[in-house]
């Protein structure tokens, strides 16, 4: 807010991304980013207006098909080829409607470029791919497709 550093400004605009494990801890995360900034703006005389845009739902993995993904996977790319997160991933994600509907799993496709160590991340201006890989990604797509089908008429 402001239009400078050393000037008290009429109104200011915080923005910023709230992401989530579980749509009960993004609820309350909601809440209480609501109540603090009322508890705040009471501390201190003034009027605060909290205004949320949900965005896109939690993305949350099946778990069966999830480690039906993995299997595919592995049988597909070797077992070096498939790389478990340590933790849960908080991306934002519009298929977190699809996962809304129907059992699937959101999987990551490993990019990097051989060489290259210190690989910048997603959405950052300086990500580089290695294009020739997003045939495995293809081809994944299509195995667990096909496999997953095959389980489907049997």
Do not use: W
Request: proline share 5%; glycine share 10%.
């Amino acid at each position: 807010g402001g239009t400078t550093n050393n000037v008290i400004p009429e109104s200011v605009e915080l923005q910023g991304t709230i992401r989530a494990l579980s749509e009960r801890s993004r609820a309350e995360a909601h809440e209480g980013l609501a109540r603090v900034a009322r508890g705040i703006a009471q501390a201190h005389d003034v009027e605060a207006h909290v205004t949320l845009k949900r965005g896109y739902p939690v993305t949350v993995n099946d778990a069966k098909f999830e480690q039906f993904s993995q299997q595919v996977a592995r049988e597909l790319l070797g077992p070096r080829g498939v790389i478990e997160f340590d933790a849960p991933v908080m991306g934002a994600e519009d298929f977190s409607y699809v996962l809304q509907r129907t059992p699937g799993a959101m999987v990551f496709l490993g990019l990097r470029p051989p060489g290259v160590t210190d690989a910048a991340p997603c959405h950052s201006n300086r990500m580089l791919i290695d294009e020739d890989g997003m045939a495995y990604g293809v081809a994944l797509h299509a195995a667990v497709a096909l496999r997953f089908l095959e389980g489907a008429s049997s």
